[in-house]
């Protein structure tokens, strides 16, 4: 029996140089290095990843529910009272109610898009086919991830993560 536990497994390195890559931003469910950008199961290597954009995900159904069943019920009612020519015999105050009852559809509309904003989304294409890569509803995160996996991509483009000349040693004649 041996006690050092090395020959039940060889220890784990994330590249066969066994330099540890870059991290550019993780958080539960969600680590971007400088080669592998991974949303929960998802993962995607960075140099295969193209043409990234950012867009605003379709409203909330709930909320585009609410203002269909308003307008419809609305336009309904005008279009009763017209046939039966109840519109003739409102008053000011009734047509100021009736232009007030109008504008729901556009406050259920407003309210809902600031109550359950649409998410925002990172789109890309892999492999030549277009991918959800990410998808969050804070905003602030969302920027971190998109500005992570930009850079990831700039250093895969640029020749990788090295150490900068600047940093270097400069040379020094001998005197």
């Known amino acids: 029996m041996q006690t050092d536990g090395s020959a039940t497994q ?8 066994g330099a540890t890559p870059t991290l550019l931003y993780a958080r539960p469910g969600i680590v971007v290095t400088a080669e592998r950008f991974t949303v929960g199961r998802n993962s995607w290597a960075v140099a ?4 990234l954009w950012t867009t605003r995900g379709p409203h909330d159904r709930l909320a585009l529910r609410a203002v269909a069943v308003t307008a419809a019920m609305i336009g309904g009612v005008g279009v ?7 519109l003739q015999r409102l008053t000011a105050g ?8 109008g504008l729901l559809p556009l406050v259920f509309a407003l309210v809902g898009d600031r109550w359950r904003p649409p998410a925002y989304e990172l789109w890309g ?34 020749g990788g993560w090295k150490e ?3 940093s270097a040693d400069p040379w020094r004649p001998k005197r």
């Open 164 to 166: 900068p000349l600047a």
């Open 48 to 51: 295969e990843l193209t043409q």
């Open 125 to 158: 294409r892999y492999r030549g086919a277009e991918v959800l890569l990410f998808s969050s509803d804070d905003e602030r995160q969302f920027g971190q991830v998109t500005r992570a996996l930009r850079r990831a991509r700039e250093g895969a483009r640029y």
């Open 94 to 101: 009734a047509y100021l109610t009736l232009g007030a009852v």
């Open 10 to 17: 060889p220890p784990r390195s994330p590249k066969a140089s």
């Open 80 to 86: 009763l009272l017209g046939f039966t020519g109840g």
